[in-house]
């Protein structure tokens, strides 16, 4: 009997023994591609990007320049790896609708929107970003304006300027440049 658990104990183990190196070789010591696969990542730079999952719900694509940009409301996504980044608007692309929120903006003689630092100019019965636009319309900057095509009009202490049935209030832009803002409109009623 002494004889048979003996060899019982050995064989058992041989077999645990036999288990654990078996159990060792899974992914420990040698490398296996097939379980740990090798990427090698590039270094990480000052500059980081945001990457998101999903598009906002509306979104629209846009075709510019043989790039794919998405659009909506204000903000531009370009697609970076299996995701979205957001990305400033290319010049002369052109979006079905203006983000909610944009300023209605005279300068010179022509209509412009504002949204953020970006202008829209109507295109059609659409609208195309543009480069900041240059005031050419006035002499120094200050509430002088020369134009013909605007009435000045001072209402409670300040001054206005009337085209039509709406009214604009000038202001200088960040670049010292003249740009008329839709204030109001007059009522139609008689």
């Known amino acids: ?16 023994s036999f288990s654990a190196s078996a159990q060792y070789g899974r992914g420990h010591g040698r490398y296996n591609s097939r379980y740990a696969p090798y990427h090698r990542y590039p270094s990480r730079t000052s500059v980081s990007v945001s990457v998101i999952a999903r598009l906002p719900f509306g979104a629209i694509g846009v075709n510019f320049g043989n790039r794919y940009y998405h659009y909506h409301n204000g903000t531009y996504y370009r697609p970076y790896n299996r995701g979205y980044i957001i990305v400033p608007p290319p010049v002369g692309i052109i979006v079905p609708a203006l983000p909610y929120g944009a300023a209605h903006v ?7 929107y504002r949204y953020d630092d970006v202008f829209y100019a109507p295109y059609g019965n659409r609208y195309r970003v543009v480069d ?18 605007y009435e000045k009009v001072v209402l409670e202490g300040k001054t206005y300027y009337k085209k039509g049935d709406k009214y604009y209030k000038a202001s200088v832009n960040k670049s010292g440049e003249v740009i008329y803002e839709e204030v109001g409109e007059t009522s139609k009623s008689d």
């Not at 900041?132 to 095509?149: C, H, I, K, L």
Request: with cysteine.
């Open 132 to 149: 900041e636009p240059r005031e050419d319309d006035y002499n120094d900057g200050a509430d002088n304006v020369v134009t013909s095509e």
């Open 1 to 16: 009997m002494k004889k048979y658990l003996v060899c019982g104990l050995v064989l058992l183990m041989l077999f645990i």
């Open 106 to 112: 005279i300068i010179g003689s022509h209509p412009y």
